[in-house]
């Protein structure tokens, strides 16, 4: 008789449960091989390596003098006979994405090559103007560099195989025609932009691992401010290679390249799933083949892409218009004497100075602009700074929540609220003029408004009232509102008092000062 | 004399002194474009209203006393020079309609110079051959023999200058596409050294072997030219920051403590004998002008030239060809409803059989598997060269060899022969592949037919072989002879 099983789902790498896609359903045969297969699943493990591509904040493109400022332009508005591959146009180099690169190579732990040139990459597409992309092939300004991962407190480091720059690629634009066929619209306001790419060795054995590395690096561009690092915006992309082998094994079954992921949960999903269907293919006994797989965000899969477009000679030869470039030592230590405080030193100096959680500490200098945030409230008020810890707990909470709330980031944040008015708020409830509960509802109202603290707590008449013969009053409307209440209290039941206490600064619309709620309901209890 | 037969400084003199004005000169160069031209075929386009136009300007210029010596002087532009606003074809289909929005370097200093631009000179497609029998258009005629061809690629700019149409062109060398037409058609040209000249507009054929130069009718002319053209250009990464002399300055008819090379490999089979007796007389000639000659100089690694530059060119050519893709400019094959066919049939019309046949070679070269054993060994064979010719010059001033081992040959002759018409720049590719600068001038005939003499100097030493080159013209008659049509 046959029945129906589920695949394990047990094998999975980092021991979660991919919520995509929905199981595989496949027929029962017998429980040996079922046994079988969970044992032949079990025993692989996954090999990951990145790619990622990054563009350069520079103000032109790599190889002419257009502005790369194009996120809200027209298209093809931000074009010179260069960047549209023009009959006769000739490439000249942009020195701040060299100088770029470079400081990220140095960040990364690269070897610097004293000796690089461009190459041609050879290939047809519509999007590629010249009909060859300019790249680096064999001379890259950096190599054989690392960075550290953390993932469920264990410490990781992973080598970088290269980083190197290149030219962006005209953006297409697909459109149906009124009729069956469709067309497509090229937009070259991208081309030319400068490409940086990060190449990471397959050292990496899970999704997450994965996830945790395109954090750390997106976190080092950040900090460096050499790319935006907006993955859904394209500025920073990523391609995968991801295979698996027997345990113990260093024999690779078929490397299969995933493309098209366009967010870091994408990565993770696309790479969930991907491990999981190499797997079972495996451990059905079919054949993995070698393939370039795209993702599918809404059906949460992969799928083969045409390998025609995909098998490419690539014909690379040295980039005749460019001349190779030499690196002196003294200019690349001055690049070096340049790069600012990278996450990890700024995380061991949070730790050392300012006395933080390392929860805290993770979370604040994961992103520069948090950890600039930080400082800078740190920084806003010289005479009686706020302790590290509130600001923290201010930035991690209620801060954190209107972000993520708005899906924004702390960036945008910090246009509406600066650092110095967060911090007026916070000086303001230590002064006793607004109360913790009043001041969560102020920020939100900054953040809304960009008022400054004060006015808002005058306009909403906010202001905590200390005054003990306005809080008496409504502390006997509640004793005498809440008989219940009160008698639970009286009969020891202790939490009726929090109870009270609530009512009074509902009452207050939280204006009240609740240490002289609690005394006044204590001494008007005791006098019922 | 007739105005269309003065030199530039001819011209200069008497537009200066307002005997001549630009105007005329340009309207009998027009005129005497138009009466040659169903027998000759230089040009692809004529710029009568533009020239017309400049004419004027230059006139106003010249009356104000702010004459520049190419001020108002009529020019013919090789087809593969980016023209703002003015075809420019490379004598193809593929850009037959291409009309480009800029201008190449070059260009923005003849305007800048005041010059006269009356047409754009036919070649062989993308300067890919010759004889210019390559033209996607029509072969242009020498004017020393109309059933033989001008040479290549710049033979429109060789014979527009020979049957003076135009005062002097432009044309650009990638082995030898301004020396051997010059030769052929018996006029001066120049290959300047690689980096000497901005490349900025002009449409690529070998990136790292192509240089704009002059074609004129003395050597005075080509110093003038070149003063103009030469230059550092930050759009050029391959541009070099040299100071730039004034070339006519070294111009002076001794050549006293001057010591001449002969490299004997020059001497190729198959080389016609009234081409070495020419170049035999010739030489003798510079001696008796007080230079020392050594006779027997050998570079050895001559003979692997022509194979490193026909991978090293075609390889480059290969990667320069494949923007041509009918998407944004110039032919489009439209009649299909796949990108891809579109691509492809694109290229497949838009190119003629020479420039596949070298799109071919170049891709082959360059794949994978191949890519050591030919494109890297070129490159060898090439620094082997230029070592070669380094050593040459720390002993002497220039070395002089024929431009080409023949006279022009026929039309046709060759056309279904690629591997004779490629030795026809046996003599002139070796200049490209080291990247140094050379000349040819006119150095006898062969039964009327012109013969060409190279002088090759060190890396940006264009004053030594201009000196060697206006010494032997002044002691010469040679380019005062003239075409008779």
Same mark, same amino acid.
């Given at each position: ?25 496949? &027929? ?5 091989? !079922? ?60 020195? /701040? #994405? ?30 590629? $103007? ?8 064999? #001379? ?42 469709? =067309? ?46 907006? $993955? ?13 082998? &027997? ?13 098209? $992921? ?38 949460? !899969? ?7 477009? =995909? ?64 400082? %800078? ?40 609220? @600066? ?23 102020? +920020?939100?109202?900054?953040?809304? @408004? ?32 809440? #008989?219940?209440?009160?008698? %639970? ?6 939490? @009726? ?32 | ?6 030199? !530039? ?11 001549? @004005? ?46 520049? &010596? ?138 790292? +072997? ?103 060119? &075609? ?27 579109? $691509? ?86 070796? !200049? ?13 005939? %062969? %039964? ?5 003499? /190279? ?31």
């Amino acid at each position: 008789m046959d029945t129906l099983v589920f695949l394990p789902t047990l094998t999975h790498p980092t021991g979660e449960i991919p919520l995509n896609p929905p199981l595989e359903i496949v &027929p029962f045969l017998s429980a040996i091989t !079922i046994v079988a297969i969970l044992k032949r699943a079990m025993d692989y493990e996954t090999v990951i390596g990145l790619e990622v591509h990054a563009q350069l904040l520079t103000k032109s493109k790599m190889f002419c003098r257009c502005s790369t400022d194009y996120a809200s332009a027209p298209p093809n508005t931000h074009v010179c006979p260069v960047c549209l591959g023009m009959p006769g146009v000739l490439p000249t180099i942009n020195q /701040q #994405a060299v100088e770029y690169t470079v400081m990220t190579a140095l960040a990364l732990n690269c070897t610097i090559s004293d000796y690089t040139k461009f190459d041609r990459k050879n290939y047809p597409y519509p999007d590629l $103007m010249k009909g060859y992309q300019i790249s680096q092939y064999d #001379a890259p300004f950096g190599h054989h560099g690392w960075l550290n991962i953390e993932v469920n407190g264990q410490k990781k480091k992973v080598a970088i195989t290269r980083v190197h720059l290149e030219e962006d690629v005209a953006k297409l634009v697909h459109r149906a025609s009124p009729g069956n066929g469709s =067309y497509s619209l090229v937009d070259v306001n991208r081309s030319g932009v400068p490409l940086m790419e990060v190449v990471g060795e397959p050292d990496l054995r899970s999704p997450e691992e994965a996830r945790q590395y395109l954090i750390k690096l997106r976190s080092i561009l950040q900090y460096l401010g050499v790319s935006t690092g907006n $993955m859904e915006e394209g500025s920073f992309r990523c391609d995968a290679n991801i295979s698996i082998r &027997p345990k113990k094994s260093q024999e690779l079954l078929a490397k299969v390249e995933v493309k098209n $992921m366009n967010s870091f949960k994408a990565v993770y999903r696309a790479l969930t799933y991907e491990a999981e269907r190499q797997r079972k293919r495996a451990a059905e006994g079919k054949k993995l083949s070698q393939e370039t797989r795209g993702w599918v965000e809404d059906k949460g !899969i992969t799928v083969a892409q045409r390998s025609k477009e =995909y098998a490419h000679d690539y014909r690379y030869f040295p980039e005749p218009d460019l001349a190779p470039l030499v690196l002196s030592k003294e200019w690349v230590e001055a690049v070096r004497a340049k790069l600012p405080e990278l996450p990890e030193a700024r995380r061991d100096r949070f730790l050392a100075q300012y006395d933080l959680p390392l929860y805290d500490t993770n979370l604040l200098t994961g992103s520069k602009a948090m950890a600039d945030y930080f400082e %800078d409230c740190l920084k806003a008020d010289k005479a009686s700074p706020a302790p590290a810890k509130e600001i923290s707990n201010w930035l991690l909470g209620e801060v954190s929540r209107i972000i993520n709330a708005n899906s924004i980031d702390i960036a945008d944040f910090r246009k509406k609220v @600066s650092p110095e008015r967060l911090v007026g708020l916070l000086a303001l409830g230590k002064k006793g003029e607004v109360s913790a509960a009043a001041a969560k509802s102020v +920020l939100e109202e900054m953040f809304a @408004s960009g008022q400054p603290a004060e006015d808002i707590i005058a306009q909403r008449n906010l202001r905590q009232i200390s005054d003990s013969g306005a809080i008496e009053k409504e502390v006997m409307e509640a004793i005498k509102n809440n #008989a219940r209440a009160v008698a %639970d209290y009286k009969a020891g039941k202790k939490q @009726s008092l929090k109870f009270l206490v609530g009512q009074v600064m509902r009452a207050t619309r939280g204006r009240a000062d609740p240490g002289l709620i609690n005394e006044l309901l204590l001494k008007k209890l005791e006098e019922v | 004399m007739i105005p269309p037969q003065l030199t !530039i400084h001819e011209a200069h003199r008497l537009l200066k002194a307002r005997k001549l @004005s630009s105007v005329e000169l340009t309207k009998a160069c027009l005129e005497r474009t138009k009466e040659l031209e169903p027998k000759l075929k230089a040009l692809v386009t004529v710029t009568g209203e533009l020239a017309s136009s400049q004419a004027e300007k230059a006139d106003q210029r010249l009356a104000g006393g702010k004459g520049h &010596p190419l001020t108002g002087v009529p020019v013919v532009i090789k087809d593969v020079i980016c023209t703002k606003g003015v075809p420019t074809t490379c004598s193809s289909r593929m850009l037959e309609n291409f009309i480009p929005p800029y201008d190449a370097t070059v260009m923005e200093k003849l305007n800048a110079c005041g010059a006269v631009i009356m047409g754009k000179a036919n070649m062989d497609e993308f300067a890919m051959g010759s004889s210019t029998e390559h033209s996607a258009f029509f072969p242009t005629h020498n004017p020393w023999d109309l059933s033989r061809v001008p040479g290549g690629s710049s033979g429109g700019s060789a014979v527009a200058v020979a049957a003076d149409e135009g005062i002097y062109a432009l044309g650009s060398d990638t082995g030898g596409s301004i020396r051997q037409p010059a030769g052929f058609c018996s006029v001066v040209g120049m290959k300047p050294t690689y980096g000497r000249v901005s490349r900025y507009g002009l449409v690529a054929f070998a990136s790292s +072997l192509d240089q704009i130069g002059p074609l004129t009718k003395d050597v005075t002319d080509c110093a003038i030219v070149l003063n103009a053209i030469a230059g550092y250009d930050n759009r050029d990464s391959t541009s070099v920051p040299e100071p730039t002399p004034d070339y006519t300055r070294c111009l002076t008819s001794d050549l006293k403590g001057l010591t001449l090379g002969v490299p004997r490999e020059y001497f190729v089979e198959g080389m016609q004998a009234g081409v070495k007796t020419a170049l035999q007389a010739a030489i003798k000639k510079l001696e008796e002008l007080g230079a020392k000659i050594d006779w027997e100089v050998s570079l050895p690694s001559t003979p692997y030239a022509l194979a490193a530059y026909y991978i090293i060119a &075609p390889s480059e050519a290969s990667a320069n060809l494949a923007r041509y893709d009918g998407v944004k400019y110039g032919f489009s094959y439209t009649d299909t409803d796949s990108m891809w066919e579109a $691509m492809e049939k694109t290229r497949q019309f838009g190119f003629g059989d020479e420039v596949k046949r070298r799109i071919m070679l170049g891709t082959y070269a360059l794949s994978a598997g191949y890519y050591d054993a030919y494109y890297l060994k070129a490159q060898k064979v090439r620094t082997l060269i230029r070592r070669e010719f380094d050593q040459a010059f720390t002993k002497y001033d220039a070395l002089i060899t024929p431009t080409s081992p023949t006279v022009p040959f026929k039309i046709g002759e060759k056309l279904d022969d690629p591997l004779q018409m490629y030795l026809s720049d046996v003599c002139t590719l070796p !200049i490209n592949i080291a990247g140094v600068p050379a000349i040819s001038i006119p150095a006898g005939f %062969d %039964d009327g037919l012109p013969i060409g003499m /190279q002088v090759i100097g060190k890396p940006f030493g264009e004053e030594a072989i201009l000196k060697v080159a206006y010494a032997y013209e002044q002691a010469t008659e040679w380019h005062k002879q003239r075409a008779g049509i």
